[in-house]
Each structure stands twice: as C-alpha cells, then as structure tokens.
C-alpha cells in the first residue's frame, strides 16, 4: 500500500477569505462640505532635467542656522524659469519653496547667497537683453515699436503730453462783472439790515480761535432769591 506523505498532499490553489486582498473602488472626487469651495489644483509645467543649466554653488559659510535649502538643483530651477521669464514667485514654485523663501535668500549674506544673488540678476538682465533684441529687430517692421520704446527709454523727450482743453463756453466771463454782482448783493443785504447768503464777514472773535456756531450755555444759579431767607420753623 502506498503512503501518501506530506510531500504529496493536495493544496488547493484558493487563497483563505481572510488572504483575499479587497479590489479598491476608483477614488471618488471630494466635494465640499460646505463653506469655502476647494481650491483647484495648481498645475505648472514641467521642467526637464537637460533644459536647465549647470550650477555649481560654493560651500555654505553660515554659522546660523542649519543646513541651507538652496541646493545646485533647486538654483538652476529658479535660474532657468527667471529666464524664461517667470517673475520671482513662480520660480519660488517650480523649485518647490515659498517665495518668502527665495526672498530671504536676496538678501541674505554669505555664500552661497552671494553667488546666487549675482546669478539671478544675469538671469534676469539676459532675459532683458534678448526682449530688447527682439522688440528692435521688429521695429523697422512696425515703427510704433521704436515709439514705444523711445517713450519708455527717454520719457522726458519722447512721452506722450496729453492737453486737455476747457470748453469754451466755461471761459467766457468778466471779472468786473463778477465785481459788480457781488458788491450789488452787498449793497442789497445793508439796505435789507441783512446780509445775503455766501456772502463771507470777518467775525469778531479771537483771531485764532474758530467760530463755534453753537448757542450760548445757559448758565444754571444754585441760590435763588427766595432760597436766602430763612424758613420758618
């Protein structure tokens, strides 16, 4: 009789219900309970490995402080978006910091702040100096360029001066005539033993002092005339 041992036992190829892994159901979008809705997701474009340009910071010479975050990588992220012509923020950004972050490392002192400091403003004068390029090649193209450009580079000789005239019904007028009404109104408001409105007097007062158009106070006596006798006991 043959033995059947534990080498040729039977296993069934059915994990146990308590091995089974659960299928996941596809994530749901959340929605907003309430309040504020979610802010969308900022998406930024990607930047890759071979666009951006070799940077090679010296050492840290910060005693404060740990370790700084401003790496060779996270430079040339902020260096190339710059360059492209991404404001100070966005760079911040792409290079996963905040941009109070980027703004301490402008003016901090040390390296390797110094050497960035001095990398950013290339970066940014390049991005000036090809705008500038362009905007000339183009100019014999489209002279208002050149006007443009002339507006903005030598403001006092090439702005624009805008005139605005009056109509010209609001400038005719006399100022003898003028004169004339008004000493009328005077002469008028003396005859009524009144003077007329809009019409400025010198008030007498102090001449420092402005006029209070409030009423005068009453003024309140504690001893009256029949308070003095005395009461009969």
Same mark, same amino acid.
């Given at each position: ?132 390029? %362009?905007?000339? /090649?183009? !100019? ?5 360029? *050149?006007?443009? $450009?002339?507006?903005?580079?030598? @403001?006092? =000789? ?27 109104? %005077?002469?008028? /408001?003396? !005859? ?5 409105? *809009?019409?400025? $007097?010198?008030?007498?007062?102090? @001449?420092? =002092? ?24």
């Amino acid at each position: 009789m043959e033995r059947i041992g534990a080498s040729h036992r039977q296993h069934s190829t059915e994990r146990s219900p308590i091995l089974k892994r659960a299928a996941r159901a596809p994530a749901r979008p959340r929605k907003p309970q309430g309040g504020r809705p979610c802010k969308p997701t900022k998406i930024l474009p990607a930047i890759r490995r071979k666009d951006l340009p070799v940077v090679h910071l010296p050492r840290q010479t910060r005693s404060q402080g740990g370790k700084t975050k401003l790496t060779n990588h996270r430079a040339a992220i902020i260096l190339h978006a710059i360059s492209c012509g991404c404001y100070r923020e966005t760079a911040a950004e792409l290079a996963s910091i905040k941009a109070e972050t980027l703004s301490h490392w402008m003016g901090w002192t040390g390296e390797p702040y110094e050497t960035f400091q001095r990398l950013v403003r290339k970066a940014e004068a390049g991005l000036e100096s090809r705008m500038v390029t %362009i905007l000339t /090649g183009q !100019a014999e193209v489209r002279p208002e360029l *050149a006007l443009a $450009i002339l507006e903005r580079k030598f @403001p006092q =000789r090439w702005a624009k001066v805008t005139v605005v005239a009056a109509p010209s019904h609001h400038l005719n007028f006399n100022v003898a005539d003028i004169l004339q009404k008004v000493q009328e109104r %005077i002469a008028q /408001g003396r !005859a009524q033993a009144q003077l007329p409105r *809009a019409t400025i $007097i010198n008030a007498a007062g102090h @001449p420092t =002092r402005p006029h209070d158009p409030r009423p005068p106070r009453l003024a309140v006596v504690s001893d009256l005339p029949g308070d003095s006798e005395t009461k009969p006991t």
